[in-house]
């Protein structure tokens, strides 16, 4: 199925202008999601603002919004107020500068956008990505819209153009605020642990080898609830992990015949005990009629 453009804009730098496509790059609607159910019924329930002072249902009608500059005290904005304050949407992705690609640190990355070129910017648009891709750089600049400003990226990719918002200076903590000891690191111990690094390296990254494994799990136990099925639930692993010589460890990783793919969760440093099988004898939650309507995927 052709993908569908959510919006349309310009993107600009010096005196060229390029009309593009902006596509959704992620699919968040595949999450799964679960709703909240009157227990004694199965019915879904609605949610209620109650005030905190009166302990009453407050209608939408006279919701306001205020920002709390002190403990408990707050200033009142109206609709119009806020809305003088958003920022106009101008359709338009201004480039103010080009950096090479790895100055702008991953942290700093939000939301991901497709481009694609719309009517007039075929030509503009494959010159933007191929100079980008050639110079090794990417686009900075500033869009409007839904009433905000965000910076963004704009990086080539082999088949065309990422927009990628990113966060601002203040969103983004400094990992100095983390206090990370001084470690020294012997060189047998670096040696060994850049071998089990060269024999677990991979080219390239490859997401279809990674699967989340707790979602696919959900949906096969929704799956027999909505069938009828009982479910058994795996008893969690008894204890903590037992941490054994570092040197050891790696030596026995580089030993051990490297997997075909590196897990997500990198070489394992530590021994577990094994989790112990569901019990079979112990009953099971028996799915009712009203769980059918109780979970369903996001649209």
């Known amino acids: 199925m052709a993908a569908r453009s959510i919006a349309s804009l310009t993107v600009s730098f010096g005196l060229v202008s390029i009309p593009v496509k902006l596509f959704s790059a992620t699919e968040a ?19 209620q603002y109650l005030c905190i002072k009166e302990e009453v249902p407050v209608a939408r009608e006279d919701m306001v919004k205020g920002y709390e500059f002190a403990k408990d005290q707050y200033v009142i904005f109206s609709p119009e107020e806020l809305k003088a304050l958003e920022e106009a949407g101008t359709h338009m992705a201004e480039i103010t500068e080009f950096v090479p690609i790895d100055a702008v640190d991953p942290v700093y990355f939000d939301k991901a956008y497709y481009l694609g070129p719309d009517k007039g910017g075929a030509k503009p648009f494959a010159l933007l990505a191929s100079a980008l891709r050639e110079s090794k750089r990417c686009a900075l600049g500033r869009w409007a819209a839904r009433g905000k400003q965000y910076i963004v990226m704009i990086r080539p990719v082999e088949d065309g153009l990422v927009m990628q918002q990113l966060l601002y200076a203040g969103e983004v903590r400094s990992i100095k605020d983390l206090e990370i000891p001084k470690t020294e690191v012997k060189d047998a111990e670096l040696k060994l642990a850049k071998q089990l690094i060269e024999q ?30 009982e479910i058994t639930l795996a008893e969690a692993p008894e204890g903590g992990a037992q941490v054994i010589d570092l040197m050891e460890a790696l030596r026995a990783s580089l030993v051990k015949k490297a997997p075909a793919r590196a897990k ?36």
Not at 29 to 47: E, P, T, V
């Open 29 to 47: 609607s595949r999450a799964i999601s679960f709703n909240l159910l009157h227990k004694a019924c199965g019915s879904r329930l609605k949610q």
């Open 200 to 229: 677990q390296a991979s080219d390239t990254f490859d997401p279809t080898a990674y699967t989340n494994e707790v979602a696919a799990r959900i949906e096969a136990a929704v799956q027999k609830k909505v069938e009828g099925e």
């Open 264 to 299: 997500a969760s990198g070489p394992e440093l530590v021994t577990r005990k094994p989790p112990k099988r569901a019990q079979q004898s112990e009953p099971a939650v028996v799915a009712v009629p009203a769980a059918r309507k109780g979970v369903r995927k996001k649209a």
